[in-house]
């Protein structure tokens, strides 16, 4: 394994110089610096953190050959052909639902995103817009226990450190099959749950972003629970 030391300026920088040269030839006569500035201390940072996750919420896994998002844009129904995207993410997921985000995930569950592009980055978690099939099953378990997510997005700690849950997408109405006055009704209306918040820049480029970052997973692990509850993934207490 190797020691996570940081992001270098030179990772930000890129970029912000790919946003004005978003070709093949700029970006493959910059690929060294793409291998040695981004990806691998995303890789470096994946593998420090599955290590923390093996004791904080142990289902949760990382893998630098599946968690790092891939630098290609996939153009084949978009009206931008740029070939490239301006940032780099890498996704922490629970190891029975496998890597999937999305709609068009298939049993993808709820876990940890980290983010970097040229002028900021974040740490994110939660389910981002999930499939049909997952979200019916937490709009369930909402109708029958809201209360609970509900008693942990609203921990001072909790929301001291990420707010509430986005509400990008969130429904005008109350879903089919569930009653307009339902205690629940700001909870079904949501599409995605998720939670998060903006790094540091001094955080980026020290070791100690491990440590930051696994203090974020630890608080967003109640959701996480939660959540994989919900869809019928399992929870682990430990790894053999």
């Known amino acids: 394994m190797t020691d996570f030391a940081g992001f270098t300026p030179a990772a930000q920088r890129l970029f912000r110089s790919l946003a004005r040269n978003n070709n093949r030839v700029w970006f493959e006569a910059n690929r060294p610096v793409y291998e040695t500035a981004v990806r691998a201390p995303l890789k470096a940072l994946v593998e420090s953190l599955d290590v ?3 004791s904080i919420i142990p289902e949760i896994t990382g893998d630098p050959k599946r968690s790092l998002f891939r630098i290609n844009r996939d153009i084949r129904f978009s009206k931008d052909k740029s070939p490239y995207k301006l ?5 922490f997921y629970h190891q ?5 985000v999305g709609q068009d995930a298939d049993g993808g569950g709820a876990g940890f995103y980290f983010h970097i592009d040229g002028k900021s980055a974040f740490v994110a978690g939660g389910i981002w817009m999930p499939a049909r099939p997952a979200l019916a099953k937490i709009r369930q378990r909402l109708a029958d226990d809201w209360d609970e ?3 942990i997005v609203r921990l001072p700690a909790f929301r001291r450190r ?6 990008e997408a969130a429904l005008v109405r109350v879903p ?5 006055d339902h205690p629940a009704a700001d909870y079904l209306r949501l599409q995605s749950f998720t939670v998060g918040r903006d790094l540091a820049a001094a955080d980026l480029g020290s070791s100690r972003l491990v440590r930051v970052l696994a203090r974020d997973f630890e608080l967003m692990r109640p959701l996480i629970r939660w959540l994989n509850g919900a869809m019928g993934y399992r929870t682990i207490r430990a790894r053999y």
């Open 52 to 54: 923390a996750l093996g």
């Open 162 to 167: 990420f707010g509430a849950l986005d509400r």
């Open 176 to 180: 089919r099959g569930f009653a307009p």
């Open 87 to 91: 940032n780099a993410g890498c996704w």
């Open 149 to 151: 997510i509900d008693a």
């Open 96 to 100: 029975d639902a496998g890597r999937g």
